[in-house]
């Protein structure tokens, strides 16, 4: 191959090399764009940290734990357990009440109440009705009305049966809400014990003073 011929090739190779270059660094330009929005897309999402304590199961409760829903309170088709402590007459009262609202204005209710003496001690259990009238706000007050009996169980220092009375209770009470499904209850009630005296023909009626405060929590039943 003559110089010129050689000068000529290498000339054209030079030119050949120099327009391809920007090419090729075009296309790894855009192949490096390309890996990092892939990278970018399919990047997984960052993890959430874990919250730490008591969460609540509805989050509106969460940010308002004592908020009540406006309106007049709901009882149709609620069940409540109210667990309370007060004083029958002059001596403690412990007792477990069990609730149903088939409307919105009656409720059936069943008690049962241990009242430990000294010298004895009585277990009270009695079938109520509640009438309310349902209103809007926190405090409820509502009227009741049950029969019951009592079974007084002597002390070991005292040589006798058990004896079974009839009771008879009347009186009523109010419900503080503090939030949509408990609320604070205070009672007041007269309860009458019928029974026999020694030395007294007929049936005697002992009049007791009941007075109780406790809890009562709330569920709805779907009918």
Do not use: C
Request: no cysteine; aromatic share 10%; proline share 9%.
């Amino acid at each position: 191959m003559s110089p010129a011929h050689a000068w000529g090739a290498s000339a054209l190779l030079a030119l050949v090399l120099a327009g391809a270059s920007p090419t090729w660094a075009a296309d790894a330009v855009t192949d490096a764009d390309s890996s990092a929005v892939t990278e970018k897309v399919t990047a997984p999402a960052p993890a959430v940290p874990p919250v730490h304590g008591l969460e609540a199961l509805v989050p509106e409760v969460a940010a308002h734990p004592y908020r009540l829903d406006p309106g007049v309170r709901p009882y149709q088709n609620r069940f409540s357990v109210s667990p309370a402590f007060g004083f029958l007459g002059s001596d403690r009262l412990f007792l477990v009440r069990a609730t149903y609202h088939p409307s919105e204005w009656l409720g059936y209710e069943g008690s049962i109440a241990h009242n430990p003496g000294q010298s004895v001690h009585a277990v009270l259990h009695t079938l109520s009705a509640i009438v309310r009238k349902p209103m809007p706000g926190r405090l409820q007050p509502y009227v009741s009305a049950g029969y019951g009996m009592i079974l007084v169980f002597p002390g070991r220092s005292l040589n006798a049966d058990p004896v079974t009375k009839n009771a008879l209770t009347i009186g009523g009470g109010t419900e503080f809400y503090i939030r949509g499904d408990l609320a604070l209850r205070a009672e007041v009630k007269g309860a009458t014990v019928f029974g026999r005296q020694a030395g007294q023909d007929g049936i005697v009626a002992y009049n007791y003073l009941q007075e109780t405060i406790g809890l009562a929590f709330y569920r709805t039943i779907r009918p």
